[in-house]
């Protein structure tokens, strides 16, 4: 086996079945993979010197064909209602059958971690078959010291071979793509797919099952921190605006999706971030736009016109356009990757339904209610034949990442809450004035003022009134905000409608929540909203 690269790995390889690939490229440069994606025609070079990658039938993850192995080990540890089991003979037969179509290939391996806090850091060593899938994952986690590498010691190894196809039958999956987890060996197969995120998600999915017994809460959200150290978390689905919002000139950006709450503070994942790039522009969001000019920066599925430049505007491909590039590309990107202990918690929704306040204060058990609900909302005309807002319920704020019981996250983030004394917020980015289609989007102005307010401490000194749906508490005026969009019943111009439609999201929430109720002590069970009409 012909090896490359300043390492030869050839003894862990083999250790793990891979010891008969043609070629090994250990720690390439961006500039090696550059040269290996183009010579080898998975990628090109754009105008402004990024690389394009198109991802073909899968341009997202595919969640549907993601395993579990359930052994001695996880079977009582797994939510399988959210997490679908692989046997381990299943993957022992996927295991033998994906290391010999690696047999002869040449393979590209980067030697990373995931987590930049010492103690709770995953050592990755990542496999591809791809050159360009070197890149990105070199681009998303966290690079050792050059030093460290002779000594490199991996807890979790993923290989990514999308020329594999899997065999249902055979292999007990679904399709002829796989993502398959072993848990218990730190093992990740991911064949049949070209789409980069699995790899970066199956880091994520591995620490959410690891970090939870060691009392580390991990956490899908964005991350930055004030000059005076005072951090903030941002929860929030697709949609919501948690990369916009914590991406604050006047705050170091701790990173932009994936982050652990340890017993010294927050630390971030991963060593880059994996921004969506459809309709992006230099006027909206510069530092994002500005990663997307440069070498380095890894473009996913993005439309270049004939002078390769990209066109942002073009979904043709897909609506999940991608760019992936280092943290150290984002001008105030904090160095280290870690903060202190958060001081305030941010919850963001969407809520299309016209409904909810634009920020409302939870106390810990309203933070755990609403952490397990992980609402936000679908407008209408996403789909065909969807003419009013439909409701969206992942649980911790990403249900496809969770091996472990949501009330685990749960219950840890409210014990770190009250620990911590941290001030817990639900911010609405959605619409307000009506649901969608007869309301506007909350003014992203305001959303900045309040948000503004609330990090300060400003927020917490004005006068509240509780919600007469939900029960938390809302800010009845703030200095620089329209006190009218902070009573969003009194911005509907038909009072019964948004009665209504009140009445018609509580009820969705509450049989949302049921599957909970048995897990949750009785503070959280009451923090659950209940629908008390507000008089004309």
Known sequence: MEMFGVHNPATELATVGLGGAASVRYNFSAAALYEE???????????????????????????????????????????????????????????????????????????????????????????????????FIRNLLIRPDAAALPSFAPKLTIIDLPSFKADPARHGCRSETVIACDLTNGLVLIGGTSYAGEMKKSVFTVLNYLLPAKGVMPMHCSANVGPNGDAAVFFGLSGTGKTTLSADPARTLIGDDEHGWSENGIFNFEGGCYAKTIRLSAEAEPEIYATTQRFGTVLENVVLNERREPNFDDGSLTENTRCA??????????????????????????????????????????????????YTAKVAGTEKGVVEPEATFSTCFGAPFMPRHPAEYGNLLKELISRHGVECWLVNTGWTGGAYGTGKRMPIKATRALLAAALTGELGQVEF????????????????????????????????????????LVSMFIANFAKFEGHVDGGVRDAAPGVKVAAE
């Open 37 to 135: 994606s183009i010579r080898r025609g998975e990628a090109e070079l754009t105008a402004q010197g990024a690389l394009r990658a198109i991802t073909g039938q899968h341009t997202g993850r595919s969640p549907r064909d993601k395993f579990v192995v359930r052994d001695s080990n996880t079977d009582g540890e797994i939510w399988w209602d959210n997490n679908k089991p692989l046997s381990p003979e299943h993957f022992a037969l996927l295991r033998a059958d994906m290391l010999a179509h690696a047999a002869g290939k040449d393979l590209f391996v980067q030697d990373l971690i995931g987590g930049a806090e010492e103690g709770h850091a995953l050592p990755t060593r990542v496999v591809t078959e791809f050159a360009w899938h070197s890149l």
């Open 325 to 374: 590039y280092p943290m150290d590309f984002i001008p105030n990107a904090s160095e280290t990757g870690r903060a202190g202990h958060p001081k305030t918690i941010i919850m963001l929704t969407a809520d299309a339904f016209g409904v909810m306040p634009p920020i409302a204060r939870l106390t810990p058990d309203q933070a755990m209610y609403h952490f397990l609900s992980g």
């Open 465 to 504: 009134r509780a919600d007469s749906n939900f029960g938390f508490a809302v800010p009845v005026s703030v200095n620089g905000v329209d006190s009218s969009i902070l009573d969003p019943r009194s911005t509907w111009a038909d009072k019964a409608a948004y009665d209504a439609q009140a009445e018609k």
